[in-house]
């Protein structure tokens, strides 16, 4: 009998995982609020005038010969002298307005790189506004509404564009050639798509992950972590094997060793819960992740939706596994596909929230959107109706639900009993656009196109996917980290997205990715499953 953990399960008390009061190595409870104290600690040089001045002379030549200057850039280039001189002679009012918070400018002539006009949505320090930003050999140097660029430096002009931190995908499965060809190259999910953090949902193992760190995580340009498979086989071609999952397929002592030898990349466990395991294993599975999870401090990231078939002869009602699900999951922990159209998800059959779901939303349970193959138009408006607004996006890519240059392959999202993939409906080439996912930018336009503001959708994929991965440093841009950005377009026009089923949405925005930088590495968008923007745009 699952335990129900003391009503600590309050919605106030939710903000962070019950678990890190475990002795918790890896886990750092993510800061909710603090971002715009830190981004205001951070090493922020201001114009303080020191009264011993130079000539006033001087300082007057300097204050009329510069007039865009802004007192930052005295400040940091001639420390107390010349500050002093400029504050002295320049009255108040005649400086331009004080730099807020994070965004700060430093010493001209360093920059390597400065990005122009763009849109800067930055939720975690509450910027939403026109920004420069200047990086000096791939860290953030300077962010502020106006960046005088040195002659010689690298200058690209955003105007018209959205700047963010870098997105975090929160899932996909990217362990290539190991799980088969469900894994997708980690770069062409990340930085090729403009996105500089991939989150691999279950792929490595406690027997695997040695593996994953040397050829996925290492060369990689993006930043690839993962939540490690509860199972000992990981998601080899997607789980097509049934009778490897079950709970004799687990060992706690494993996962929590692999994770612990791993801190920097294992961010928490990934389990299923859905009616195929359910009618062999019943929750058996998932109480063994949520021990693991339970024993790192790490959160479990829960699989909703029908992964495999039932058992012969054994019919499931799928609102008792949710009902089994949540009195397990404490603060902190995932349940994804929310919006999954096939059983199990939070939309019941006769179009009712499962009750279950709220309980667990109360208790600080988040929600992962993992669109994949499951997503379902008609669902997410239920959920969202119902005021439920899911935390994180990950778009779930694997190599059976996208569409390749060259044909590629896809299934309707579960195996079959004889562990051959249902067939598409249609060949590859006749499906409409936007018939196979393609990344997280696919999912925010169809979550706008539901009505959801874009700042929120930046939120989802930045400082709420931090957070989920106990990392409240990423999913922010500030002053003197390393450059972590990414660039994306708002294409504007008319479209009809279609979800899983096949059902149509209309959109009038498409947010298309153009550029992904994690330090030095600038990448353009080059990922061959990013949709043609030429053709999006006619
Ligand atoms: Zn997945």
Known sequence: MPEKKKPAAKAAAAAKPAAAAKAAPAKKPAPAREPAVAAKAAPVKKPVAAPKAASAKKAAVAAKAAPVKKPAVAVKAAPAKKAAVAAKSAPAKKLPAMPKSA????????????????????????????????????????????????????????????????????????????????????????????????????????????????????????????????????????????????????NVDAIVKAARENPGIVRGIKAHAEPGGYSRWGVESLKL?????????????????????????????????????????????????????????????DGSIHPFVLEALAKG?????????????????????????????????????????????????????????????????????FSTPYGIHHTMSEMMALGVPLPKLVAMCTSNAAAMLGMPELGRITVGAPADISVFRILTGEWMLRDSNGVSQKATQLLHPTLALRGTNLQMTDSPLLPNVTELAA
């Open 103 to 250: 965004e700060v400018q430093a010493m001209p002539g360093t920059y390597s790189l400065v990005l122009k006009g763009a849109r800067v949505i930055d939720p975690a320090n509450g910027i939403d506004g026109i920004r420069d930003i200047a990086i000096s050999n791939g860290i953030i140097a300077a962010i502020s509404e106006r960046i005088t660029a040195p002659r010689g430096t690298r200058v690209l002009d955003l105007k018209g564009q959205i700047l963010t931190p870098g997105l975090i995908d929160t899932h996909c499965h990217i362990y290539e050639h190991v799980t088969g060809d469900f894994g997708l190259n980690a770069d062409m999910v990340g930085m090729r798509s403009g996105v500089t953090t991939v989150v691999d949902q279950g792929g490595p193992s406690a027997l695997t992950i040695g593996g994953f760190n040397q050829y996925v995580v290492q060369p990689s340009a993006s930043r690839v972590l993962c939540f490690i498979s509860a199972y000992l086989a990981g998601g080899l071609l997607g789980h097509k094997y049934v009778d490897l999952y079950g709970p004799t397929g687990i």
């Open 289 to 349: 992740a949520k021990k693991a999870g339970h024993e790192l401090g790490l959160p479990t990231y829960v699989h909703l939706g029908t992964l495999w078939p039932e058992a012969a002869g054994v019919k499931v009602d799928p609102q008792q596994i949710i009902n089994e699900v949540v009195p397990l999951l404490e603060a902190g922990d995932i349940l994804a596909h929310p919006f999954t159209r096939y059983p199990s998800g939070f939309v019941n059959k």
């Open 365 to 433: 349970v988040k929600i992962d959107v993992g669109r994949g193959a499951h997503f379902s138009f008609d669902n997410a408006k239920q959920v969202l109706a119902a005021g439920i607004m899911p935390d994180t996006l990950g778009a779930d890519l694997h190599g059976y639900n996208i569409k390749f240059p060259d044909g590629g392959r896809w299934y309707r999202g579960m195996f079959t009993d004889t562990a051959e993939m249902e067939p598409p409906e249609a060949p590859m080439e006749e499906l409409p656009p």
